[in-house]
T-cell receptor, first 115, second 109 residues
Framework: EAGVAQSPRYKIIEKRQSVAFWCNPI?????LYWYQQILGQGPKLLIQFQNNGVVDDSQLPKDRFSAERLKGVDSTLKIQPAKLEDSAVYLC?????????????FGSGTQLSVL | GNSVTQMEGPVTLSEEAFLTINCTYTATGYPSLFWYVQYPGEGLQLLLKATKADDKGSNKGFEATYRKETTSFHLEKGSVQVSDSAVYFCALFTGKLIFGQGTTLQVKP
């Protein structure tokens, strides 16, 4: 079974530039999550999709971050403009159900460095 | 608000030593509790879970018991191996999955 695919693996940008991350969840998984993991901290949920609808985006900094999940499959997360404090690993995860008791499958993440 | 607190790392052990990683939580209601593991260069993986009080989750020799009275979910293993070296995250679910800060385990041969 193919896992959660993310790209790129690494990205280095300067502050005020824009960047986009891509995620392809496991086939058939209705729920997709984007997490931000700052070095030395646990992952923090940014946004949760159920199919192509947003379930929770309460911790997404909407002035600079945006995410979409067209057709309820692939998803992109964008930052525009980036700040130094956005340096982190951005993790995508998917699951069959939205109740959290189902297993979440995580991708390897995109490591973003903002200089 | 809901939160998870884990013991500070890194934890350094010799092979075959006993492992305990402490995890306590604060939550309204009755959350499900999880341990996730992140091996070097890999994504997060679910290690074990417990969905109600007194449940014991177990996998790969690791165990954790859901203790409602002490709001704890400590991770234990009787005999660690070098291959267990990783970062371990405790997490709870009450509508969304909330992670602790992670504990790095280093096992030396």
């Amino acid at each position: 079974e193919a896992g959660v695919a993310q790209s790129p693996r690494y990205k280095i940008i300067e502050k005020r530039q824009s960047v986009a991350f891509w995620c392809n969840p496991i086939s058939g998984h209705a729920t997709l999550y984007w997490y931000q993991q700052i070095l030395g901290q646990g992952p923090k949920l940014l946004i949760q999709f159920q199919n192509n609808g947003v379930v929770d985006d309460s911790q997404l900094p909407k002035d600079r971050f945006s995410a979409e999940r067209l057709k309820g499959v692939d998803s992109t997360l964008k930052i525009q403009p980036a700040k130094l404090e956005d340096s982190a690993v951005y993790l995508c995860a998917s699951s069959l159900a939205r109740d959290g008791n189902e297993k979440l499958f995580f991708g390897s993440g995109t490591q973003l460095s903002v200089l | 608000g809901n939160s998870v607190t884990q013991m500070e790392g890194p934890v350094t052990l010799s092979e075959e030593a006993f492992l305990t990683i402490n995890c306590t939580y604060t939550a309204t209601g009755y959350p499900s509790l999880f341990w996730y593991v992140q091996y070097p260069g890999e994504g997060l993986q679910l290690l074990l879970k417990a969905t109600k009080a007194d449940d014991k989750g177990s996998n790969k020799g690791f165990e954790a018991t859901y203790r409602k009275e002490t709001t704890s979910f400590h991770l234990e293993k009787g005999s660690v191996q070098v291959s267990d070296s990783a970062v371990y995250f405790c997490a709870l679910f009450t509508g969304k999955l909330i992670f602790g800060q992670g504990t790095t385990l280093q096992v030396k041969p």
